[in-house]
């Protein structure tokens, strides 16, 4: 029971465990872990089976995404008191990033098969937790696109540079140089 209260009071640490109940926390704490990255190491694969998630006590990951023939896309970057890992969530249960450890990174661990049949045995604990778990999401996904609009900017402003791109550079005289600098 020691290892659980302490689980317990680190999952209080986490913004998405403070509105849970005492029960809640310690339910879900009996499927936590404390767990250890080196920096380099890779959490999870796109498409690698998402079993577990985790809540960062130290340390920074990197959310990527593989992009063929140049440097992975960072969508995001989380680091201390941040909870990695959604895809645990929603059928396949497949990862849909890379996730990298950037630094050491000092987790806890909450195994996702171990926490659905709790939500599934008991479903005030999932519908509860389902919505203190549902800003990660949301914030997530609103990172993704920020970040994609960044990378990619406004259609015409793609047009322009295209057609800057393309345009034949034009010769211009002396005189038409000379009276285009105010001469």
Known sequence: MVQIEGMNRALEDFDVFKDLDEDT?????GCAKNTVFQAGEY?????????AFYLIRHGVTSLEVHVPARD????????????IGWSWLVPPYRS??????????RAVSIDAVCLRAKCEEDHSVGYEFYKAFL??????LSATRLQLIDMY????????????????????GKKAAAKKKGK
């Open 25 to 29: 926390r310690v339910l879900i704490s």
């Open 43 to 51: 959490i999870y694969r796109e498409g690698q089976k998402a079993d």
């Open 72 to 83: 992975p896309l960072v969508i995001e970057t989380m680091g201390d008191g941040e909870i």
């Open 96 to 105: 849909r990033f890379d996730v990298r450890a950037v630094s050491l990174v």
């Open 135 to 140: 800003p990660v999401i949301s914030d997530r």
């Open 153 to 172: 900017g406004h259609p015409k402003d793609y047009e322009a540079r295209k057609k800057a791109k393309s345009a034949p550079a034009k010769k211009i």
